[in-house]
């Protein structure tokens, strides 16, 4: 099946530094990308709408300046904390949606998730 | 906003069916999905159903979706204990965003 990769799977960094997730898929295209967030033992919370070309859409309550959203290609968007804080903290995941018309188009693959501790 | 709704833990045992069920309010539903996560890891997916149909076989697992009272269930027949994980319903509206239940953990006892 289609594959979605992220990179790193963990990092821990210092308190105030800037931390990047690249989400790639490795084996088709995908114009649109989302990103989640989750908590431990929590359900998945969207993040944001990664449109390749154009600016994310972000959901409610998300602070654009703080998680930076850029879709270069149709097999790459890259999540950056800004200035990252214990709060932070999370398991963060990706999903792309193959382009339409490849096969698969019911379908949502995700990355194995990157999970992010800051210090 | 859009809602969805599962119950938290189903146990049950080895080599019995288990039965997790889901319930959504997206009108403009496309497609309904399920996830497993084991600990640690991301999310696979299982199987996922397009909206128009009522039911999807897949091996052990069956798909139930009652459009009319926004129901999903996955039956998980002949479970076994490498079942155990939390099993994710996920709603995708027309506009693509997958909007998550809370998660059914599942527990299969020897």
């Known amino acids: 099946g289609a594959v979605v990769s992220q990179h790193p799977s963990w990092v821990i960094c210092k308190s105030g530094t800037s931390v990047k997730i690249e989400c790639r898929s490795l084996?088709?295209?995908?114009?649109?990308m989302f990103w989640y967030r989750q908590f431990p033992k929590q359900s998945l919370m969207l993040m944001a709408t990664?449109?390749?070309?154009?600016?994310?859409?972000?959901e409610q309550g998300v602070e654009k300046d703080k998680f930076l959203i850029n879709h270069a290609s149709l097999t790459l968007s890259t999540l950056t904390v800004t200035s990252a804080h214990p709060e932070d903290s999370s398991f963060y995941i990706c999903?792309?949606?193959?382009?339409?018309?490849?096969?698969?188009?019911?379908?949502?693959?995700f990355g194995e998730g990157s999970r992010l501790t800051v210090l | 906003g859009e809602d969805v709704e599962q119950s938290l833990f189903l146990s049950v045992r080895e080599g019995d069916s288990s039965v997790i069920n889901c319930t959504y309010t997206?009108?403009?539903?496309?497609?309904l999905y399920w996830y497993k996560q084991e600990p640690g890891a991301g999310l696979q997916l299982l199987t996922y159903?397009?909206?128009?149909?009522d039911m999807k076989q897949d091996q052990r697992l069956t798909v139930l979706l009652n459009k009319k009272d926004k129901h999903l269930s996955l039956r998980i027949a002949d479970t076994q204990t490498g079942d155990s994980a939390i099993y994710f319903c996920?709603?995708?509206?027309?506009?693509?965003?997958?909007?998550f239940g809370q998660g059914t953990t599942l527990q299969v006892k020897p």
């Open positions: 999903s792309a949606i193959p382009q339409p018309g490849l096969a698969g188009a019911g379908e949502l693959f």
């Open positions: 084996d088709f295209q995908a114009t649109t």
């Open positions: 990664s449109n390749e070309g154009s600016k994310a859409t972000y």
């Open positions: 997206d009108s403009s539903s496309t497609y």
């Open positions: 159903i397009f909206s128009n149909m």
């Open positions: 996920a709603d995708r509206s027309n506009t693509g965003k997958l909007i």
